[in-house]
């Protein structure tokens, strides 16, 4: 396959299935989006193995898989137009590869069926599947400032990405056997029910067997969309709004258009914050979006430098 090929693949992939992401990429000069296409288009594979419908041990060994390809980009398949694409990637930008690790040791989480009993154990698990973003994505951006410093705030841009995700997401994560909200939150707003209606997760054994995970597929009761759910999501939501608050700080350090898609992406994503936050039982209703209109809207005033 040819090197031209394997891009617009990889652009393929994004435009696709990046509904919101992709808003921001098209702002980018040509080298730099097709480069943030490729980093999507793999870290989305990573995704759906991890979503995907493979028993849980084939899922640990694909995603084990993918780690060894990441690290291995000298001899990448010709039959693979990601790993391909993702090889050139490497050797034209300084991306951290091994951050992708990273977002694969999230994966692992999620195929194990990890839950988090604080906001520190969550932390660390935003940080995995959605810091780790962040600083791949930097790598294709460049920064003008202290590169440490513009990492932490790719990092803390990718968590506030990262709680939206988990609040939006949250009635299908629960009915797929998924609570992410740490169970301290959980017991602070009277919300047990949301994460203490299965047994505890246990560790694989040492044989390495993997425990049980709960029934998929929609066969959980419903969220009680009272008072006490309201007022997790919006403690939740005000969480989310601080690690926004932070990471916008990478803007300045970004030039115009990386600091447009920077913007463009978490300004959607933060207009779609303040809804959940507004109406809070939205989203047990369904997965709660904007519109293209209004995603379109941001990606304007992104790139006209006039968020806020």
Known sequence: MELTEAYR????????????????????PAGKRRGLAVIYAFARRIDDIGDGTMPAEEKIAALEEARHAVLDLTRPS??????????????NFPVPMQAFG?????????????SYQTFEDLLHYCRCVAGSIGRLSLGIFGTSGDPEVAARLADSLGVALQLT?????????YQNGRVYLPAEDLAKFDCVGLGGDDPPQTPPDPGGNLPPRPPLGGTRPPIPAGPQ??????FEAERARDWY???MGLLPMLD????ACTGAMAGIYQRL???????PAVVLRGRMSLSGREKAVVAVKALAGRLG
């Open 256 to 259: 115009r258009r990386s600091a």
């Open 102 to 114: 990273e977002l694969i040791d999230g994966c692992v989480a999620d195929v194990r069926g990890t």
């Open 273 to 279: 914050l303040d809804r959940i936050a507004a109406q």
């Open 9 to 28: 693949e990889c652009e393929r992939i994004t435009w696709t299935q990046a509904r919101n992401f992709a808003y921001g990429i098209r702002l980018l």
């Open 245 to 247: 608050a932070t990471g």
């Open 78 to 91: 010709p039959d693979d137009p990601v790993l391909l694409a993702l090889a050139d990637v490497e050797r």
């Open 229 to 234: 759910f309201a007022r997790l999501v919006e």
């Open 165 to 173: 995700n988990i609040l939006r997401d949250i009635r299908e994560d």
